[in-house]
């Protein structure tokens, strides 16, 4: 009978990663998670994450159930209406509002928003309340050897755990997946995005707004208030070029730019954290498995920051293993586990990946003509109560 150093090894401490460590190691399985790099966790420490993450309903019913969420729930903001802004005319003023209400779906807000330096903070806290979790900062995945049985995983500290399933949440170049030769699909838009946080004077009162004009969405969701006045993360696509030279502005010229993309709509904007550059692709591995390996994350799909998906899209691979996983242990990691993943999973994902990007072009229209189609697209799709439901049931992850 083999025996096994742990059940798990989880390539990766992003915070995907360090969620999968949670979720598995809640669920009574002894994981080992490696990432060569330690996690920051402190806002302004040099190389902090300053993008956010909206948890939506689903990802946070999972949180709660592995006892992460009784650790979060104080620092997050609530999401209870996404408005959409089209200020796609001539100058850069709102022309179409629509507000999309959590209310008409469901009694809960659609998510709840949280800085991911601060989410990696709680996650490691978490961990070091599972003693079945083992966390080493420092040790990378080096190589891979699977058979039928069991994986073997090579370590930069030289040693080679033997486990029952490995899960690949090492990021969009994830060496996990590289190793076991599965393929991605990838397009470029030629766009980055900045992310960054701001004080404003109005109150956000729980409203996410995206803003349309070209280049990307320009979208400001709800944080906690900082230093006692209302404070809002900005995600602001542009074209590459674009964002770079935005990026490397003086303060008071960013924020004259700032304020002139926002329209104004919460007051004058202060820039109030580091600016932050993000890469925009969109990325699809062609499986979600392999002998003995479950990609997941940016790993498995990349997608714009539109709707707050990404990591929720992370989060419903993650329900999907430990859920099939819990149902029948003695399978963890067998070829009916893993095709069953890939099979429940993959054209879902490709579906989120399809739909993001198309809504990412929408958004990037610099002719007027496209502009103006875009206005009445989202006019049309509004004004019909179903569809309009329906969208937002789609969005939040409640509908496949
Ligand atoms: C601007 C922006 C805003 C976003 N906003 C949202 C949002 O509101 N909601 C949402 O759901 N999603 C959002 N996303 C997406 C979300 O941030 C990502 O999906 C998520 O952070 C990626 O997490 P990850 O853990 O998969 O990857 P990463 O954060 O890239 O983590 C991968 C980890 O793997 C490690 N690694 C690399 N090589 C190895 C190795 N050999 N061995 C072990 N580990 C290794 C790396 O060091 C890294 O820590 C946003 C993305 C962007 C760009």
Known sequence: MLTFDHDILVSGGGVAGLAAAAVFGAAGFSVLCVDPTAPITERDAEGSDLRTTAFLQPSQSLLEQAGIWARLKDHAAPLQVMRIVDAGGVVAEPRLVKNFNAADISEKPFGWNLPNWLLRRELLARLTELPNVEFRPGVGTTSLFTRASEARVGLSDGSRPRVRLVIAADGRASPMREAAGINVKTTRYGQKALAFAVLHPIPHE??????????????????????????????????????????????????????????????????????????????????????????????????????????????????????LAVSNPTELGSRGMLDTYHRKRHGEVTARVTGIDLLNRASMAASQPMRDLRAKGLDAIYSLGPVRKTMMQLGLGARG
């Open 206 to 323: 729980n409203v996410s707004t995206e803003i349309h004009r070209a280049g990307g969405p320009f979208t400001l969701v709800p944080l906690p208030d900082w230093q006692g006045l209302p404070s809002s993360a900005v995600v602001w696509m542009e074209t590459g070029p674009e964002a770079l030279r935005l990026a490397e502005l003086p303060c008071d010229a960013f924020e004259e730019a700032l304020n002139y993309r926002s329209c104004l709509l919460f007051g004058p904007l202060t820039l109030v954290s580091r600016r932050t550059v993000w890469p925009i692709i969109s990325q699809q591995a062609e499986r979600m498995s392999s002998e003995r390996l479950a990609l997941m994350a940016e790993a498995a799909h990349v997608v714009p920051p539109i709707g707050a998906q990404g990591l929720n899209m992370s989060l419903m691979d993650l329900k999907l293993l430990v859920d």
